[in-house]
């Protein structure tokens, strides 16, 4: 099965790009995130026509998740179902496809350390977890993919130093990822590309950054173990952050057997 994770940054921009790749790459699942649509805008029948199910959590202009499947959807979820107050931002959607629990997850910014954005983040981040141990198992076969705001090491950032005091590489933001990861998860690009600097899945536009490689990690497959033992490969296209109009993330693609 191949599976995917990428934020477009507006759909309604990038269709005719999310249309060629996926007649080019043909995924078995793509999480998108960033739709910045609302629900009745989402274009259902040009993915159907590409041979996809598809479902959408939106709310307009801002945020906007959804799974694409060629292997069956079921049993969606949008949000969080951890008995808290439903999620104001429409930033997670959950389902089964050909076997796998799959999120499409976009976690907050932050904008800032210390900002009430960064507070609303962090206890995101906490609530995620609490989803997972109330709904699933480390036994079975789950995928959390999507945009995660967060660059777990140094290495996953271009220079630390232009970072320091910034969100993204925050001590709690990065603890809080650790959390998700302990409940069962494996990132599974640093299982094939443990030790390795300079590969990102985010530029920003600003200054040339993509073609200077100044980027970001901050896009993720976490993988539960039964999963990602059978991931063989994992790769950033790179090709799909140039030419016109690209997204400032790249897709992030995985291969389980």
């Not at 649509?37 to 906007?64: C, I, K, M, R």
């Not at 995620?128 to 999507?146: F, I, R, T, Y």
């Amino acid at each position: 099965m191949r599976i995917v994770t990428w934020n477009v940054n507006s759909l309604n921009a990038r269709l005719p790009r999310v249309r060629e790749w996926l007649e080019i790459m043909n995924p078995d699942v793509l999480c998108i995130q960033e739709t910045k649509l609302a629900e009745d805008a989402f274009p259902t029948s040009e993915f159907s026509e590409l041979g996809y199910e598809s479902v959408h959590h939106g709310q307009g202009q801002w945020n906007g998740v959804a799974i694409l499947s060629k292997v069956g959807i079921e049993d969606v979820v949008a949000g969080f179902s951890d008995g808290g107050d439903p999620d104001p931002d429409a930033r997670i959607i959950w389902a089964t496809c050909g076997g796998v629990r799959v999120a499409s997850a976009y976690i907050p910014n932050g904008r800032e350390v210390g900002h009430e954005h960064y507070a609303y983040k962090l206890s995101w981040l906490a609530r995620l977890k609490s989803h997972l141990e109330l709904n699933h198992d480390p036994k079975d076969s789950v995928a959390v993919l999507g945009d995660f705001n967060v660059a777990p090491e140094d290495k996953d950032v271009w220079d630390p130093k232009a970072f320091k005091g910034a969100t993204h590489v925050s001590k709690p933001e990065r603890d809080a990822f650790e959390e998700i990861l302990d409940w069962g998860l494996q990132d599974v690009f640093r299982n094939q590309y443990p030790s390795e600097e300079g590969l990102y899945t985010f530029w920003e536009y600003m200054a040339g950054r993509f073609h200077k490689r100044e980027g970001m990690r901050i896009d993720f497959i976490l993988a539960t173990k039964s999963l990602s033992t059978k991931c063989k490969l994992v790769l950033v296209d790179r090709n799909a952050r140039k030419g016109e109009k690209p997204s400032d993330h790249a897709p992030l693609l995985a291969e389980f057997v």
